[in-house]
């Protein structure tokens, strides 16, 4: 997508089954968003090219997508309203892909929650309630999907939107509108329904349109950050990629690279197969440094050579506890934060906090347990670059992790060098 500027972009969210992969199908088809491959697949797949047909192809390949996707990162999907261009991020269902739907989550500026009529609120709408709310994410569209199984009834959605209103309330969320819709038959998704008549609300891409631009910015900083995310040798060149999370990235800039704070010189960029001098935040890039650096690896992170930051060996972080067995002082973790993997020690739990009221349940607690908040200190193993979350969204924020999922996530408050 060409105007980066504009775009806003959106976490799709909520339990499992609930319509999100059929809404973005049906997004994508009646915006008119389609990549040209996808519109050949479906040339190709349906000789009538009939709509249900292609909605159902598109579904089945989101989710293709997205299983595929498990374990490295959400799905993003772009289109284009009149107005500007979206990317939605598509955030799985189930709870140990809560990372997804958190560094999906990172990213948006906007969420959509998700609700099937006939099911209602179920478990994994009110987790993402909690997650949307703890990642400070106000501006929450619902929509309340599969109307058409209920036979539009008003009643019924009378219902569940009091029912959402309250949730969300509980967890300190107020959702800028409620949207009764079909996405299978795209009802009040990019016209308004015939059948809806008594909502006299925008449909979805309406509600999408007037998402305020720059609602939350990614970062107070100038200076560039690139975490790298992976590195390719191709025809003996050593290609650095990954996505610019502070600041500009330039040709022949001088850099420092974190954690071990070696000086490079930035030689050339590439960005889709081209050539470019310079790079702006959010933008993925590929690039080669002037110098051959020994131990260069993902999770490092290139930083502006002129003020270059500092390693930090502590900080305080909030955090949300997702695992069954307790969050204890004392215990070891493996906490990642942007592309790095930093193994680290609970020194301290200075509030333990319940979620649903934000209301602090204890100073200074001896543990956190599943499902409750809390404000702890971690020392670093190894030091390594970590940012406040204010500063730079993306190095401000982590998940912790075992080798059997997610246990917890949350976001840097002060980082200690
Ligand atoms: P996801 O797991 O949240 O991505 O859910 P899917 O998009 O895969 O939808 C789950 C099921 O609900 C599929 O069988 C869809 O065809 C069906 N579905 C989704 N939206 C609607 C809708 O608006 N009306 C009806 N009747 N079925 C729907």
Redesign the pocket.
């Known amino acids: 997508m060409k105007n980066n500027s504009e775009q806003i972009k959106i976490a799709v969210c909520?339990h499992?089954?609930?319509?999100?992969?059929?809404?973005i199908g049906r997004l994508l088809l009646d915006t008119g968003s389609l990549p040209e491959d996808k519109i050949k697949d479906l040339t190709r797949i349906a000789k009538d090219f009939d709509e249900e047909t292609q909605l159902a192809y598109l579904?089945d390949q989101l989710?293709e997508e997205r299983e595929r996707n498990i374990t490295i990162e959400t799905t993003q999907i772009f289109l284009k309203t009149k107005k500007r261009p979206y990317c939605l991020i598509d955030t799985p269902?189930h709870l140990e892909f809560i990372k997804n739907m958190l560094s999906g989550a990172s990213q948006a500026e906007a969420a959509l929650l998700?609700v099937d009529i006939t099911e209602g609120i179920q478990d994994q709408t009110r987790r993402h309630a909690y997650l949307l709310r703890f990642l400070s994410l106000q501006h929450i569209i619902v929509i309340v999907?599969?109307?058409?199984?209920v036979a539009y009834s008003q009643e019924k959605f009378q219902s569940i939107e009091n029912k959402i209103t309250e949730l969300l309330k509980n967890v300190g969320l107020k959702p800028q509108l409620i949207i009764p819709?079909?996405?299978?038959?795209g009802e009040n998704i990019c016209r308004s329904s015939k059948n809806i008549k008594w909502y006299r609300g925008p449909f979805l891409t309406q509600a999408m349109d007037a998402i305020p631009s720059n609602l939350t910015p990614k970062t107070s900083l100038h200076d560039l950050r690139l975490p790298i995310q992976d590195i390719y040798n191709i025809e003996g060149e050593r290609i650095i990629v990954g996505r610019i999370a502070a600041g500009r990235l330039r040709e022949g800039q001088n850099v420092v690279i974190l954690p071990s704070g070696t000086q490079c010189k930035i030689k050339a960029i590439k960005s889709f197969q081209q050539t470019i001098k310079s790079a702006a935040i959010e933008e993925n890039v590929g690039l080669t440094l002037m110098a051959d650096i020994p131990g260069l690896q993902c999770g490092n992170v290139i930083c502006a050579g002129e003020n270059p930051p500092k390693n930090s060996i502590r900080f305080r972080g909030n955090l949300i506890w997702l695992h069954a067995n307790a969050l204890t002082i004392g215990q070891n973790l493996k906490l990642h934060c942007a592309t790095q993997t930093l193994p680290c020690t609970v020194t301290k739990i200075t509030e333990r906090i319940d979620p649903k009221t934000l209301t602090i349940l204890e100073n200074d607690a001896q543990c956190i347990s599943e499902n409750q908040a809390g404000i702890v200190k971690f020392e670093l193993l190894n030091p390594a670059l970590i940012e406040k979350h204010s500063a730079v969204t993306e190095l401000g924020r982590f998940s912790i992790e075992n080798d059997h999922g997610l246990l917890g996530a949350g976001t840097v408050l002060e980082n200690y060098v």
């Open positions: 909520g499992i089954d609930h319509g999100k992969s059929t809404l579904t989710k269902g998700v999907n599969k109307m058409d199984v819709v079909s996405a299978k038959l």
